[in-house]
């Protein structure tokens, strides 16, 4: 068996399905509402830590703007005092507008954007601005449940302890995780949560 499996394997029999801040991330299957839920803390969890994510979370809640629909709708002058706990706010309420626009009108919606081809979405989201490699696998991977392993912080030093390859560049660690595994959605969800709760148990 490949070492990448086993180190799954040992992973999970470690720590168990993944629970906490990714029990939403994880869950399978998932309403339309989690799944934009998803993309818009896939956005508010750029350069911050999870309890800062959540209380933005909380405040947009408080005004009904979990939605990718309200979001597109609400003024930027409105979202970004909701989310400033999560730090670089005006960027990210820039942001959030931007992946709500491109979701609602340019995909006509989440379900739609679903039948789209991995390479196209993957593609159209690094287009936008302030969406990187990371963020993009995330929306890709926890919310439109397509196959492409997420490669962060974490996954690197995972891949340096393990001896599994020796550089941290985005592109070929990705193909790593890939290749050893059978390409399945929810294997992936999975190993990178634990990945990242093994990590910061270290």
């Known amino acids: ?10 992973l999970f029999k470690k720590y168990g399905k993944p629970q906490g ?24 969890t750029q350069r911050a830590n999870w309890k800062n994510v959540q209380m933005a979370i909380e405040n ?25 706990s999560s730090g670089f706010y005006t960027q990210k309420a820039q942001r959030l507008k931007t992946v ?24 159209d989201l690094l287009a936008l601005n302030g969406i990187g490699d990371e963020t993009a696998d995330d929306i890709l991977l926890y919310a439109l449940e397509k196959p492409v392993f997420v490669i962060d912080e974490y996954t690197r030093r995972f ?8 550089t941290k560049a985005y592109k070929p660690l990705q193909k790593l995780f890939e290749d050893s595994l ?10 990178h949560a634990l990945i990242v709760i ?3 148990n270290q």
Do not use: H
């Open 1 to 10: 068996m490949d070492k990448i499996e086993n180190l799954y394997l040992a």
């Open 21 to 44: 801040q990714w029990s939403l991330w994880c869950k399978r299957p998932k309403t339309l509402k989690e799944k934009e839920l998803i993309i818009i803390e896939s956005i508010l």
């Open 60 to 84: 947009l809640r408080k005004e009904n703007l979990l939605s990718l629909e309200s979001m597109l709708k609400s003024p930027t002058e409105k979202i970004t005092p909701l989310i400033r």
């Open 100 to 123: 709500a626009e491109f979701f609602i009108n340019k995909c006509k919606g989440l379900k739609m954007a679903e039948k789209i081809s991995l390479d196209i979405l993957r593609k």
């Open 159 to 166: 891949v340096l302890k393990n001896k599994l390859l020796d």
């Open 182 to 191: 059978k390409k399945d959605y929810a294997l992936y969800q999975d190993y």
């Open 198 to 200: 093994d990590g910061k």
